[in-house]
């Protein structure tokens, strides 16, 4: 189950397991809220897609249909009528918006529910819903009870939800997110010359090229950057190459961030030798993260942050906040993966922005270190042997 597939890190890693399921195990079926996203075409030809159907019913029928909690127990209904169709033996819900329909009372279909959370809970729900808050994190923390299995993205956010819905900790399963190492290397080399950019023709001397790339929302902490530009800016070492800053996504927020940038930058999008461009969606994103001198992670809350993931096993430094399980990507201190940055601190990110800049050396070490990381904990092969073995029954504990 997924929202979407608009391209969002869930609907990645939802996209993956369609693809790398087993088809000696597992008939593949996939549940959309809503069928729509740039991700559809890399669902392979034997799933079978599925989502409720638009509303038909008379306006006044569809404004009353709105009131809390009928919609949800429509979609419910209709997952509920799917399952017994198709005979459906486990469902497995990516978001917690899933984990709501998948883990509503109303469903009778017995079935095996293996749920996952991507994002730590206590910062990422009211952040991210705003209204019924505490209805809807019982409404989870039942849920989250009744699955046969509870999956997170890192410890971090396992740590999380034990705390905010009252799991047992010792029950949530840690599986890191999975990257299709070669597909990524593929896919960027394949598309790198459809999406170049002036800047990545001809690098100009002394420039270095940074990517942040993300849905723009104010969450992901895109307005630290324009302000770590605007900071960095004012202490540039001499010697330090200058930045061009490139905003890749889109999202509500943009106007608000090309606000700041107009008024940090002025006419020529220019502070201090430093420039701020926004490019819109770029999809896929990867031709952009191989072809930039670094990538950019400004988020406020993270579970396992796939882009990161991707430009490691591109080959492209990273700055990053030290927000949720982002922190987990590197074994020590003597052995770091990012330039890090204190989460929500636009002083601290202006820091890390002239160290990357300053430590050519830094960069390249830091290079080979992710590398061997992503290579070594984040292979798809055995992410999906992992979530493959949770998906299916003990023969000694039937589906309940």
């Given at each position: 189950?997924?929202?979407?597939?608009?391209?969002?890190?869930?609907?990645?890693?939802?996209?993956?397991?369609?693809?790398?399921?087993?088809?000696?195990?597992?008939?593949?079926?996939?549940?959309?809220?809503?069928?729509?996203?740039?991700?559809?075409?890399?669902?392979?030809?034997?799933?079978?897609?599925?989502?409720?159907?638009?509303?038909?019913?008379?306006?006044?029928?569809?404004?009353?249909?709105?009131?809390?909690?009928?919609?949800?127990?429509?979609?419910?209904?209709?997952?509920?009528?799917?399952?017994?169709?198709?005979?459906?033996?486990?469902?497995?819900?990516?978001?917690?918006?899933?984990?709501?329909?998948?883990?509503?009372?109303?469903?009778?279909?017995?079935?095996?529910?293996?749920?996952?959370?991507?994002?730590?809970?206590?910062?990422?729900?009211?952040?991210?819903?705003?209204?019924?808050?505490?209805?809807?994190?019982?409404?989870?923390?039942?849920?989250?009870?009744?699955?046969?299995?509870?999956?997170?993205?890192?410890?971090?956010?396992?740590?999380?939800?034990?705390?905010?819905?009252?799991?047992?900790?010792?029950?949530?399963?840690?599986?890191?997110?999975?990257?299709?190492?070669?597909?990524?290397?593929?896919?960027?080399?394949?598309?790198?010359?459809?999406?170049?950019?002036?800047?990545?023709?001809?690098?100009?001397?002394?420039?270095?090229?940074?990517?942040?790339?993300?849905?723009?929302?104010?969450?992901?902490?895109?307005t630290d950057l324009i302000a770590a530009?605007?900071?960095?800016?004012?202490?540039?070492?001499?010697?330090?190459?200058?930045?061009?800053?490139?905003?890749?996504?889109?999202?509500?927020?943009?106007?608000?961030?090309?606000?700041?940038?107009?008024?940090?930058?002025?006419?020529?999008?220019?502070?201090?030798?430093?420039?701020?461009?926004?490019?819109?969606?770029?999809?896929?994103?990867?031709?952009?993260?191989?072809?930039?001198?670094?990538?950019?992670?400004?988020?406020?809350?993270?579970?396992?942050?796939?882009?990161?993931?991707?430009?490691?096993?591109?080959?492209?430094?990273?700055?990053?906040?030290?927000?949720?399980?982002?922190?987990e990507l590197q074994a020590d201190a003597?052995?770091?993966?990012?330039?890090?940055?204190?989460?929500?601190?636009?002083?601290?990110?202006?820091?890390?922005?002239r160290r990357f800049a300053s430590d050519?050396?830094?960069?390249?070490?830091?290079?080979?270190?992710?590398?061997?990381?992503?290579?070594?904990?984040?292979?798809?092969?055995?992410?999906?042997?992992?979530?493959?073995?949770?998906?299916?029954?003990?023969?000694?504990?039937?589906?309940?």
């Amino acid at each position: 189950m997924a929202s979407s597939m608009r391209g969002g890190g869930s609907e990645h890693q939802v996209a993956l397991l369609a693809e790398h399921l087993p088809r000696n195990q597992f008939v593949v079926h996939l549940y959309l809220t809503h069928p729509v996203g740039e991700l559809l075409d890399r669902i392979p030809a034997d799933v079978k897609i599925y989502s409720p159907p638009p509303e038909s019913r008379p306006l006044i029928t569809r404004v009353l249909n709105r009131w809390p909690g009928r919609v949800l127990r429509n979609h419910a209904r209709f997952l509920d009528e799917l399952v017994q169709r198709e005979n459906i033996d486990v469902v497995y819900d990516r978001t917690f918006h899933n984990t709501l329909i998948a883990g509503h009372p109303s469903i009778r279909s017995q079935f095996r529910r293996v749920s996952t959370i991507v994002s730590p809970p206590d910062v990422a729900l009211p952040m991210v819903e705003r209204k019924f808050v505490e209805l809807k994190r019982r409404r989870l923390a039942n849920a989250y009870q009744r699955s046969n299995t509870v999956i997170a993205v890192s410890a971090a956010v396992a740590d999380s939800a034990a705390s905010y819905y009252h799991l047992n900790r010792q029950q949530i399963q840690v599986v890191f997110n999975p990257v299709d190492i070669a597909a990524i290397r593929a896919q960027a080399q394949q598309s790198r010359a459809k999406q170049q950019h002036p800047e990545q023709t001809a690098a100009a001397p002394n420039r270095l090229r940074l990517v942040c790339v993300g849905r723009m929302t104010p969450e992901k902490g895109q307005t630290d950057l324009i302000a770590a530009i605007g900071l960095a800016a004012n202490d540039w070492p001499d010697d330090a190459p200058k930045l061009t800053i490139q905003f890749i996504g889109d999202g509500p927020d943009r106007a608000n961030l090309e606000s700041a940038a107009a008024a940090l930058t002025g006419s020529d999008n220019t502070i201090g030798g430093h420039h701020i461009e926004f490019a819109g969606v770029v999809s896929p994103a990867t031709p952009s993260i191989a072809e930039a001198d670094g990538l950019v992670l400004t988020s406020h809350f993270e579970g396992m942050p796939n882009v990161v993931l991707e430009a490691f096993a591109l080959n492209t430094p990273v700055v990053a906040t030290q927000a949720g399980g982002t922190v987990e990507l590197q074994a020590d201190a003597d052995h770091p993966t990012c330039f890090w940055a204190a989460t929500n601190n636009p002083s601290s990110l202006a820091d890390a922005l002239r160290r990357f800049a300053s430590d050519e050396s830094g960069r390249s070490a830091r290079i080979t270190t992710a590398q061997a990381w992503v290579t070594e904990r984040h292979g798809i092969d055995a992410a999906v042997q992992q979530i493959a073995v949770l998906l299916t029954p003990s023969p000694h504990k039937p589906i309940p």
